[in-house]
């Protein structure tokens, strides 16, 4: 069964440091990969996706993610943390040829900014 | 216009009460989703309408009753709900639940819904 785990519940960093959010998946075929943004009571943003080719994938925001198939993860970076970069994110796996009425998500990473 | 609007932001309502979620997309997509979203938890699907069908419903219970009127609304229809039922409601549409080149889904802000 598809599935997605995000090992990290919550991350604090520092403003300007580096951050990096991992996400493994579960899934059989070549997966269909998203990150999600999500601001305190608000709906989810699009941060970034990866479909095929490239396996180094850019977003928006200044995040990228690179996909490895061997490890089976994706992981979310980004060079320096901005304080508004603070919210909830969301790694999740689409169904097979990318459908999105199987969008399965992650639990979720808290990410805090210190200042 | 990447926009998928909700409206209310913001609902509370009585136990007895009948209310409605309104979600209006004008992107052309054909599949558009329900998910309930509990406090610092993922989003949950409760229902795909793919070209205004509904495709799926994730055993939700009745006393959630959705509508697609048109490719470019949704609605959720509420009646005689539970306070657990409190929750964040959002809105998707995608542009093909079937997948394929492209295909994401654009999430609303939600209904922050409480009930009483």
């Known amino acids: 069964a598809q599935s997605v785990t995000q090992p990290d519940i919550h991350i604090t960093v520092s403003e300007g440091a580096s951050l990096e959010l991992r996400c493994n998946y579960s899934?059989?075929?070549?997966?269909?990969l998203f990150w999600y943004v999500q601001s305190p009571g608000q709906g989810l943003q699009l941060l970034l996706k990866?479909?095929?080719?490239?396996?180094l994938v850019q977003g928006i925001k200044g995040f990228e993610a690179e996909f490895k198939r061997s490890q089976s993860s994706f992981n979310l970076r980004k060079p320096s943390v901005h304080w508004s970069d603070a919210a909830e994110y969301f790694c999740a796996v689409a169904g097979y040829g990318g459908a999105t009425n199987k969008l399965i998500f992650g639990t979720g990473t808290l990410l805090a900014v210190q200042p | 216009d990447t926009e998928v609007t909700q409206t209310p932001k913001h609902l509370v309502m009585g136990m007895t009460n009948k209310k409605s979620l309104k979600c209006e997309q004008h992107m052309g997509h054909r599949a558009m989703y329900w998910y309930k979203q509990k406090a610092k938890k993922p989003p949950e699907l409760m229902f795909v309408y793919s070209y205004e069908k509904l495709s799926i419903n994730e055993s939700v219970p009745s006393r959630f009753s959705p509508e697609c009127p048109n490719s470019s609304l949704l609605n959720l229809h509420l009646h005689a709900l539970q306070p657990e039922d409190s929750a964040l409601y959002l809105c998707?549409?995608?542009?093909?639940?079937?997948?394929?080149?492209?295909?994401?889904?654009?999430f609303g802000q939600g209904t922050r819904l409480t009930v009483v």
């Open positions: 990866y479909f095929s080719g490239d396996t």
């Open positions: 899934y059989g075929a070549t997966p269909y």
């Open positions: 998707a549409s995608s542009q093909d639940p079937r997948g394929g080149v492209n295909t994401e889904a654009f």
